[in-house]
């Protein structure tokens, strides 16, 4: 466990109680909705919010307890806000090298060049912060966070304040940051698509508490959690690109649990690959689908049947190959079928996004 | 009518720009840091210190130089202690002056200098906190530059404002020739003695320096100007 934190505040209505251990690496997503105190504890864990009853840990080092406090500026971290907030009066060049410059030379690790391929920002150097998009802005932003050489990134909701077309302008910047940065990212979210596809960990919040924090698959398809239950509820499936079917144009991921079929994909053969399905996509057969247009159906077993909100459905949980599918099917199918835990069925899913 | 000054009066000038120079770095110095508070202060007693920094704009200049007079003269609050520790009072001097004119200007610097304050907001200060700025650094290289335009029309004002100076020189300064004689007071001099020649110099000089002062700043104005940054 790489940080610690515990952080305790009383504003007003609003009481945040939470006791986080984030992992030292991959992407942990703070999760909830708006008010549940996810950009709250990111500036705590950032500094720019101090308060009182709060300790935290990095990688062993003490940055605030009830008698230390360190400041923001000396923190070993990167932070992304919402909205860009380029300097106005430096060009985006001078944007990007603003914390480099503020941090000696045996500490720069990344180099001013790497950032500017990894984000794609060749022709924007010259640029003032107004002539460019929202989506460019931000890439400059991240970049000028990643030439601290941090050694965390806290990143608040890059994208919330963009456009769809900028997101996914960005999204591939940060699945290739996720990918090739050796540090722990801390993401906070409400969009459970983007956490689906960029997370490994998450910290699911609710009103200022934890409800419960592990890695993303477990916690996307846990039933004793809201996750599974609301109409976005899904499974991600993580995987290897096996073989293009050119022809179809198709491309086959393998795992253990068996294999899927997804619209091709620009992924050389064995990269891995994850796979998000949506409970509402899956529907369950007791015997192998022959002659069905559903191209994938995987063997499962039951692990859980459990009762979904809406009383006319179930919640089934699916064990594939150690990895966890969730399939919403009608109380009707449910008692018609004679499900029951630990069965052995087919999984036919009707869809499945790539992320 | 050829323009030609008499010692003295080329002596007020030099005294007038004096003092207009001198109070207006003191005043920016001391009021940077003040209006970065104000703009930015929760504080509720917020209210009574931005009424008492407008009030030298509202009080005749002098009933203000009548109250300074009071405290920096020899029996005064200021003055008296600086006699007590060996020291001159401050009243019928530079340095009385200098008060004065400082607190004369005071809303025209604190004015500009907390709006664009305002205006810069606090966010760009914590992005470049979290760029390992310390807080000194975030002053000169993201506030000032954001709100230079604020920075050079407080010093405009304030150089303007006490260039034009009357009543409160007047009252606590008299009127010592070399010392504290100043243009605007040299200028009532000779219309009082009927010299109306030397007062057209003295003014047309005042009104010349005053117009190309505001021309080259207008000018330099829209040159400073930060995109994206309305101040």
């Known amino acids: 466990m790489s940080i610690q934190a515990k952080f305790h505040l009383e504003r007003g209505d609003f ?12 992407v942990t997503a703070l999760f909830g909705r708006s008010g549940s105190g996810k950009t709250t504890i990111l500036r705590c864990l950032a500094g720019l919010e101090r308060i009182e009853d709060a300790r935290l840990q990095f990688n062993g080092d003490l940055w605030q307890d009830a008698t230390f406090f360190l400041p923001v500026h000396q923190r070993p971290l990167g932070y992304v806000f919402q909205e860009a907030s380029l300097f106005p009066h430096l060009t985006a060049k001078n944007n990007l090298l603003y914390g480099f410059k503020r941090i000696s030379a045996r500490e720069r690790r990344v180099q001013l060049d790497d950032v500017v391929s990894l984000l794609g920002l060749e022709t924007l150097l010259t640029r003032y912060p107004d002539a460019l998009s929202g989506g460019q802005r931000q890439r400059v932003a991240i970049g000028r966070a990643l030439l601290t050489s941090p ?11 963009l ?9 591939p910047y940060l699945e290739r940051l996720r990918d090739e940065l050796s540090i722990p ?35 996307l398809t846990r039933t004793d959690l ?10 991600v499936i993580e995987g290897t690109v096996a073989v293009h079917h050119e022809p179809d144009h198709l491309t086959e991921v393998t795992f253990a649990g068996g294999s899927l079929l997804i619209s091709r994909q620009q992924r050389a053969i064995g990269a891995p690959l994850r796979a998000r399905i949506l409970a509402r996509d899956v529907s369950v057969a007791l015997a192998r689908p022959d002659a069905s247009s559903v191209l994938n159906s995987l063997q499962v077993r039951i692990a859980e049947i459990s009762d979904d909100p809406h009383p006319g459905h179930m919640i089934l949980s699916l064990d594939v190959g150690g ?24 999984a036919m899913v009707k869809g499945v996004a790539v992320t | 009518m050829p323009i030609s000054l008499s010692p003295q009066d080329t002596m007020a000038l030099w005294v007038t720009f004096k003092l207009a120079v001198i109070s207006t770095t003191i005043l920016l110095v001391l009021c940077a840091p003040a209006a970065w508070w104000l703009a930015h202060t929760r504080w509720r007693g917020k209210v009574v210190v931005e009424a008492l920094v407008t009030l030298p704009l509202v009080l005749p200049p002098t009933v203000l130089g009548f109250y300074l007079l009071l405290l920096l003269g020899p029996r005064g609050w200021v003055g008296g202690t600086l006699e007590s520790m060996g020291f001159n009072h401050l009243a019928f001097s530079f340095t009385g002056l200098v008060i004065g004119s400082m607190i004369y200007s005071l809303p025209f610097v604190m004015q500009p200098l907390t709006n664009a304050f305002q205006a810069t907001g606090t966010r760009v200060l914590e992005v470049a906190a979290t760029l390992r700025a310390s807080p000194l650094d975030r002053f000169f290289t993201i506030v000032a530059p954001l709100a230079r335009r604020g920075f050079l029309t407080a010093a405009v004002l304030s150089f303007a404002h006490t260039l ?52 080259a700043v207008y000018g330099l104005n829209k040159k400073f100007k930060v995109v994206g940054v309305g101040s």
């Not at chain 1, 050694?151 to 304040?161: G, K, R, V």
């Not at chain 1, 809201?226 to 499974?235: I, K, N, R, T």
């Not at chain 1, 990895?323 to 087919?346: D, H, N, V, Y």
Request: contains cysteine.
């Open chain 1, 15 to 26: 009481t945040l109680d939470v006791d986080l251990q984030i992992p030292g690496k991959g």
């Open chain 1, 151 to 161: 050694q965390l990134l806290l990143m608040d909701e890059p994208m919330a304040s």
């Open chain 1, 163 to 171: 456009d769809v077309t900028s997101k996914g302008e960005i999204l």
């Open chain 1, 185 to 219: 990212v801390v993401y906070v979210s409400h969009a459970i698509e983007e956490v689906a596809r960029l997370a490994d960990h998450m910290v699911l919040l609710e009103a200022g508490r934890t409800l419960a924090q592990g890695p993303l698959q477990t916690l």
């Open chain 1, 226 to 235: 809201p996750l599974a239950h609301s109409e976005q509820a899904s499974a």
């Open chain 1, 323 to 346: 990895q966890t599918l969730l399939a919403r099917i009608s109380l009707r199918s449910c008692r018609q079928l004679a499900l029951e835990k630990g069965q052995t069925l087919w």
């Open chain 2, 164 to 215: 034009g100076e009357f009543g409160v020189i007047i009252m606590i300064g008299g009127n010592i020739p070399g010392q504290t004689q100043v243009a605007s007071i040299a200028i009532y001099d000779h219309v009082e003695a009927m010299d109306y020649q030397s007062a057209h110099a003295l003014a047309l000089i005042l009104v010349v320096l005053s117009f190309s002062l505001l021309l």
